[in-house]
């Protein structure tokens, strides 16, 4: 078992995605991470996705293995939807 702090804080209303393999994607601050399933290393980060504030990301994760994210802005005009083949 592990636990890892990450950079900046998890957004209250955030979700989080499991890969096929196990790893963890989840949002903090204003990223998006990939957890290691095993150690809780961070394996990489998307850029920010919003330029204030948390993020309150909601995630999803497909069959194959594509990430998709909706930001969860509190402003209106950043809202916005990405898709990652892989982060």
Known sequence: MWSRQLPGAVGTY?????LFNDDLIIGAGKRIYKIDNV????????EE????????ARIAVD?????YVGNGASIPSEGKTFAFDRI
């Open 14 to 18: 955030s979700t989080f995605g499991v």
């Open 49 to 56: 996705l919003i330029s204030g504030g948390t993020l309150n």
């Open 63 to 67: 069959a194959y293995d594509a990430i």
């Open 39 to 46: 150690n809780g290393s961070i394996i990489d980060s998307t």
